[in-house]
């Protein structure tokens, strides 16, 4: 995002609304976006509302307030001259509003921003079977951000765990091999707002993925949302559950349920 | 999109906290699913949603977003959410979405016993399941518990940390509501699974200091 300068009249109401925290105040008492650790998500260009007054009507209603020891005090919600700017963005840097702006399809899942499918499908793709376990592996996510050095750290961790990527996931597309979870050179750079290892194993290798997390997660500057997935058992219950429990960890009480409404279902043999 | 899974809380305050939404595969049933989307909606519009919206429209606590047209511009995979605040109505939608067997994929996020009791009641088995195993990382890196509570609850991370506590403070020294302050906290969710119903009674709680 960029901030328009000849517009700006330094209400700081973008610096709140900021979901990494980078848009300060510069010594000429407008604000401006540190580039470097912006992701693209434009909440800030979508949420404040452009009020359309005039920069210069702004400023002297401020200076005559001022005079007087008033403050001028915009409404949260509005940029009131309409100075944020999203730029047209260039690759690499065009990935993170990819992965951060929920708004955009990703080309190639078809799903809005970071996104995947998971168990949201699962009764219409069989993507996790009677045996399967899926791992949701988000790194970034809540509120930090992520470099896709510090993702690859963590793919290249989980491939050793004889796990397979999901094939349809924004970050597998960006994996130069599959089978090290090593990703293209080019993007490792770039900050993303959050984005998604997803991986499907074995019920059997849980506690195994689970060790993996254990170690690589000290190796990373960020934070890791880690959920997992099953198909359930006839009668509903969760079956991996239990697993869970005996490796030594804690389940949440709340989660995501797929109703199983889709068609056609999809058939195991 | 892992969007939904991880909100944070009290079992007790997660018991007003259900998101419903659509969802659909490429291939399998995406094609063609415009009008099923469409019908999605219009039968979680019935059950009083405290939020509706799609992720590429926005939400209905957006500015100029008119409900009717928003759905009337849905299109085949448009990815839409409803948050419901009680079990009755989230087990009316339920048994609605049943009714109408419009072949899409319908997930529900929020206290798992809760929505396996609902399924089974409207007669049905879950057939997947998602849990949250928390967060990992450099967990140093987050803030307070209760302003994760409400950044949780727009998973895609579009209400920032500092917004939060912002509106906790506006709320505090009474230039807003925190009704008002919640649906500004609402605007910035995209795609309509934030809760301003449970943003509102968090944001009383956390106003007077009780966290």
């Known amino acids: 995002m960029e901030i328009d300068k000849e ?18 105040l510069d010594e000429d008492g407008k604000s401006v976006v540190n580039q470097e650790e912006c992701v693209e998500c434009r909440t800030c260009y979508r949420v404040l509302r452009n ?35 999203p730029p047209p963005l260039q690759w690499p840097r065009s990935i993170r509003a990819t992965f951060s702006d929920p708004s955009t399809v990703h080309e190639g899942t078809g799903v809005h921003g970071r996104g995947t499918d998971e168990i949201k499908s699962n009764e219409v793709t069989g993507r996790l079977r009677e045996g399967d376990v899926g791992f949701v592996v988000e790194l970034g996510r809540p ?71 254990e ?12 959920g997992i997935a099953s198909k359930c058992a006839a009668d509903g219950s969760v079956v991996h559950e239990s697993l869970v429990r005996q490796a030594g960890y804690k389940l949440s009480p709340n989660g995501k349920t797929n109703l199983g409404l889709g068609r056609p279902l999809f058939q195991e043999r | 999109m892992t969007n939904t899974l991880h909100r944070q809380g009290d079992v007790e305050s997660l018991k007003g906290d259900f998101v419903v939404f659509a969802h659909t595969a490429k291939s399998r049933n995406r094609e063609g699913s415009g ?16 939020n509706i919206g799609d992720a590429k429209q926005g939400n209905v606590h957006q500015d100029d977003i008119d409900i009717n047209k928003l759905i009337s511009q849905q299109g085949d995979g448009a990815a839409a959410a409803a948050v419901f605040a009680d079990m009755e109505s989230l087990q009316k939608v339920i048994e ?20 396996r ?68 906290l609402a605007k910035c969710c995209e795609c309509g699974a934030f809760n301003p119903k449970r943003a509102e009674q968090l944001l009383e709680r956390f106003s007077k200091g009780i966290t």
């Open chain 1, 7 to 24: 517009k700006c009249v330094g209400c700081g109401n973008c610096h709140a609304v900021c979901t990494m925290g980078v848009i300060y």
């Open chain 1, 51 to 85: 009020e359309g007054y005039r920069p210069w009507f702004v400023r002297a209603v401020r200076k005559i307030l001022g005079v007087f020891r008033l403050g001028y005090l915009a409404e949260p919600d509005v940029c009131p001259t309409g100075a944020l700017t």
């Open chain 1, 143 to 213: 509120g930090i951000g992520a470099r896709f050095r510090d993702i690859q750290k963590v793919s290249m961790a989980l491939a050793q765990a004889q796990v397979q990527f999901e094939p349809e996931n924004p970050v597998t597309q960006l994996m130069t091999d599959t089978k090290t979870g090593r990703i293209r050179e080019d993007v490792l750079d770039e900050k993303v707002l959050s984005a998604i290892i997803e991986l499907k194993t074995r019920m059997e290798n849980i506690g195994q993925v689970l060790r993996v997390l």
């Open chain 1, 215 to 226: 170690e690589v997660q000290h190796q990373v500057d960020t934070v890791i949302s880690v």
């Open chain 2, 35 to 50: 009008p099923k989307i469409r019908e999605f909606m219009r039968i979680c519009l019935r059950h009083n949603p405290v």
């Open chain 2, 96 to 115: 609605d979405l049943i009714r109408a067997d419009l072949g899409i994929c319908i997930n529900v996020s929020g206290l798992l016993e809760e929505v």
């Open chain 2, 117 to 184: 009791a609902c399924c089974v009641k409207a007669g049905i088995q879950r057939h997947s399941v998602e849990h949250s195993l928390g967060f990992w990382g450099a967990k140093d890196r987050l803030p307070e518990r209760h302003i994760l509570e409400i950044h949780t609850m727009c998973g895609h991370g579009m209400v920032s940390f500092n917004l939060i506590r912002k509106m906790i403070e506006q709320v505090k020294l009474r230039r807003l509501s925190a009704k008002k302050a919640s649906k500004i």
